[in-house]
C-alpha cells in the first residue's frame, strides 16, 4: 500500500554558529548566524524517505515560518522529499499555535502518517507532535528509535526502522524509554516523533539539489487556516549561562570536602 | 531612482545549498577519520562510490553520461569545502579523479569513450588517474619518452610514469604518451586500462606529506590497448595537456586558499583559548599583526583565484592569470602555514593537531600541477619577455 507521509522541517540556527543574546535578553543576535534544517526533522525526512522506497507514495514537507523558510524546505527536498508546503508566518511562535497550523495542514493533506522531529534545537520544547497528535485525535509514539545500531547493516541498506504493516493499517515503533526500549504499535493515521538513533539521514546529492529547485513549494499564509496565532507562552527573558571560573588545586579529600561544604555549599 | 551596481560575489543559493552539502559531508561523514585514514596510509576505496553518488565527480559534465552540467563556480565552491576533510591526501586524490583526469574525457572523447571511461568514472565505479610525468621529465612535457607504437588497430605502449596520485589504485589512465617524433609535435593522449598485461604498478611512493594518497611509479611493457582509445587528435596531445592543466591549476590555487582561511581559523581559535604570560595570544600584538597580514595575504590570493575563474568561466583566455592565482596562492600557503604552526607552539608540532598535518602536506602545493618556477615562466612568456 503506497503511503502518504507528512514531515516537519523547522528552520533552526545553526549550533555552529556564533550564538549570542541580545543586550536586553529578548533574544538571540541574528546577524551572522547561519541557519539549516532541524536535525531531528533531518531525521524525519529520512525515515520518510525510506518508508516511501519501501512501500511507494509520496513525502510532503512542511515548514512554518518566516520568507526564509524556503531554504529548509528545499533543503528536504534536495534529500528526495517530493514536495513543500509553506505555512507563512512572520511572528512569534509557540508549540500550541504550531500544533494547531499543523492540524490543519494534516486535515488538507490527509496523510497515512505525520513523522516529526521530536524537539527542534533551538528551544528543545519538545511539544508540537504530542499535541498534534491530541488535536487530531490520533495515536502518538514519540521517541522512534530502532533496535539495530547506525552502523549496522540495515542502515547501510537504508531500511526504515518504522515497520508499516503491509495493509497500511499499523505502524510498529521501537521507542526510546528509561531503562531500555518499548515496542509500540500504533494504528494508522498516527503521528511519530524521532529521537537520534533512529537512522543516519542522507547528504543532499548535488542533482537533488538540482531537481529541488523545481519541486512545488506551496505557500499558505498561516492567517488563512482559522487558527488563533496568539502564543500562548511568551519569551521574557533569555540569559547566556554564567561563564565557567577558574578551577582551584586542593591538597587533598578533606579539603576538598571543606571547600565543598564551606564555599561551593555543595555538600 | 538610483542604480545599483551588481555585485561581486559569484556564488547564487543554489552554490550555497551545495556547499553546505559537501561542508558538512566532510565535516561529519571524513574528518573524524583523517588521522586514522594517514595512519593507514589509506582511505577506503569506497569513498569513490559516495563521492560519485554525491554528484561530486559530475559537476560540469553533461547529464547525459550522469554529471549535472553546471559551472565552474560548483567546482570551486566543492574544492574549497573539501579542505575540511582534514586529509589532504584523500582531497588531492577525489580532485585528480574527478577534475584532473576525466574532463580531458567530457571534452574530447568519442561517445563509446565516455560510456566505458566517463560515465563509470562520475558513478565513482572506475578511479581514474593522469599520468604525465615520468622519471626523466616533469615540468618538460615536451620530453615525455613513453611510446604508444600502432600496431594494427592497436597501440603497444612501452616506458614508465611516476608522481602518479591514485596510481596503484587506478581503473584506468590518462595517459600522456608519445605517438610521433620528439618535441611536443609528437605527443598524444591514451585512456589505458590498467587490467591491460605488461602493466605493473612498480612501488607506492613514500612521500613526505598526503600519507593516505598513493602516489606511484607505474611501468608499461609492450602493453596493448585499441588505437580507438586514443583521446582527441593523434600528436595534439601536448596541446591537450596543457589546456587541462588550466583547471587542475585552478583547483590547486583554490585548495591553497581555502587551505590557508582554515589553518588561520585554527590558529584564531587557539589564540583565544591559550594563554601565555596571563593573557590570550590572541592579545599579543605580534600575533595580532602577523595574523592580520595573513587574512589580508589570503583575500588578495581568493580574488586573484576568483578572477581566473571568472576568465576561465567565461571562455577568454585565463592562462596568465590561473598561473598567476596558482603560484600567489601556493607560494603564501606555505608561509601561513609556517606562522599558524609557530603559534600553535609545542601543540603545533604533533601530528593530533590538524595544523601540524596541514602544514606537512602544504609543501608539495608549489611542486605538483606545475611547479612555482614554471608558474613563472609561463607569466614572464604572457607578459612579453
Redesign the interface.
Known sequence: MPLKLLVTAKRVEDPESRIQVKPDGTGIVTEGVNY?LNPFDEIAVEEALRLEEQHGGEVVVVSIGGARAV?EL??AL?MGADRGIHVRHDGPLDPVVVSALLAKVFEQEKPDLAILGKQSIDDDQNQAGQYLAERLGLGQATFASKHDSLESEAEQKRLPGLAVSADGTRVTVVREVDGGVETLEVRLPAVVTTDLRLNKPR????????KA?KKEIREIPAASLGVDLTPKVAVRKLAAPPARKGGVKVADVDELVRKLRDEAKAV | MRRRMPGLDPFT??HQ??R??VR??CER?LAPHARAWDAAAEFPRALFRTFG????F??RHPPEWGG?G?DWW?VVAYAEELVRCRNAGLAMAMLVHGEMAIPVIADLGTDEQKREFLAPAIRGERIAALAISEPDAGSDVAALRTTARRDGDDLVVNGAKTWITNGARADFLTLAVRTGGPGHEGLSLLLFPTDTPGFQVSRTLEKVGNPSSDTALLFFEDCRVPARWLLGEENQGFYHVMANFQGERLVAAVQAVAGMQLMVEDALRYAGERSAFGRPLARMQVWRHKLAEHLTAIEAARWLTYRACDLLQRGEPAVKEISMAKLFACDLAQRVAYDCMQLHGGMGYVLETDVARAWRDVRVMTIAGGTSEIMKEIISRAAGM
Open positions: 539549516k531554504t528545499r533543503a534536495a547528504f543532499a546529492s548535488l542533482p537533488g539539489i538540482m529547485k | 543559493e543554489d545549498a551545495f553546505r552539502t558538512e559531508f561523514e553518488e554525491l554528484g561530486f559530475g559537476i549535472t553546471l560548483y
